[in-house]
């Protein structure tokens, strides 16, 4: 976990996937495209269940998810 600045940036678990898909639902909106969030869902918990393909981190400000990295 690292503090920089006024957020936090950390390791997501699949404890954070719902906080994912909202992410991406909102981050989708702003082109106007719909976001399928059964296939996000299966694809960040498939994502966080095998280190080999990748991670995501989450990016926090004061309390809430402000942003991701895969």
């Not at 399928?36 to 990016?59: M, Q, R, T, Y």
Request: proline fraction near 1%.
């Amino acid at each position: 976990m690292a503090h920089t600045d006024g957020f936090t940036i950390r390791r997501a678990t699949h404890t954070d996937i719902e906080t994912l898909i909202q992410l991406m639902r909102d981050f989708y909106a702003e082109s106007q495209y719909q976001l399928d969030a059964k296939w996000a869902a299966e694809s960040f918990s498939a994502l966080l269940s095998n280190p080999v393909l990748g991670c995501v981190w989450l990016i926090v400000a004061s309390g809430c998810a402000v942003g991701h990295v895969v």
